[in-house]
């Protein structure tokens, strides 16, 4: 059972710490983004197939698998946040349930984001969609 009362209020990070890991994942998808350029100029020829699959992978797939399979971006993971079910925050997502959040985010860009300062548990709007939430790593109930 989800009691709020039980729940330290540090348990939930605060917009700062969510904005810097989204800051960090910008640098990681940069990252990959000129390791993909630069593998792609040692050749003299690159479909636009495996073109086309770098820039799903970066752009669209990074935040959902990572999310899903390891609790979170590389981003969460460096500021030691991790998105977990909120109905069991020992498991993550499911990775339909990442796409779904990933495209909440993007729709609902900064005003999604921003919504964290306006309930307990700092949800997201993209957090509503899915019924996830963002915890320190390591926080037990």
């Given at each position: 059972?989800?009691d709020d009362i039980?729940?330290?209020?540090?348990?939930?990070?605060?917009?700062s710490d969510r904005?810097?890991?989204?800051a960090?994942?910008?640098?990681?998808?940069f990252g990959?983004m000129?390791i993909?350029?630069?593998?792609?100029?040692?050749f003299?020829?690159?479909?636009?197939k495996v073109?086309?699959?770098?820039f799903?992978?970066v752009?669209?797939?990074?935040?959902?698998?990572?999310?899903?399979?390891?609790?979170g971006?590389?981003g969460?993971r460096m500021?030691?946040l991790?998105?977990k079910?909120?109905s069991d925050?020992?498991k993550n997502?499911?990775?339909p349930?990442?796409?779904?959040r990933?495209?909440?985010k993007?729709l609902?860009?900064w005003?999604?984001?921003l919504?964290?300062t306006f309930?307990i548990?700092?949800k997201?709007?993209?957090d509503?969609?899915i019924g996830?939430?963002?915890?320190?790593a390591?926080?037990k109930?």
């Amino acid at each position: 059972m989800n009691d709020d009362i039980s729940i330290p209020e540090n348990h939930y990070p605060e917009l700062s710490d969510r904005i810097k890991a989204m800051a960090l994942d910008w640098v990681v998808l940069f990252g990959f983004m000129l390791i993909a350029t630069f593998v792609f100029s040692l050749f003299e020829t690159v479909s636009d197939k495996v073109r086309m699959a770098a820039f799903l992978f970066v752009f669209v797939f990074y935040d959902p698998l990572f999310t899903s399979f390891f609790g979170g971006t590389i981003g969460h993971r460096m500021i030691g946040l991790r998105v977990k079910r909120e109905s069991d925050e020992q498991k993550n997502i499911l990775l339909p349930l990442a796409l779904i959040r990933y495209l909440g985010k993007i729709l609902f860009g900064w005003i999604s984001l921003l919504s964290v300062t306006f309930n307990i548990k700092k949800k997201a709007i993209h957090d509503y969609l899915i019924g996830s939430v963002v915890i320190y790593a390591g926080d037990k109930k």
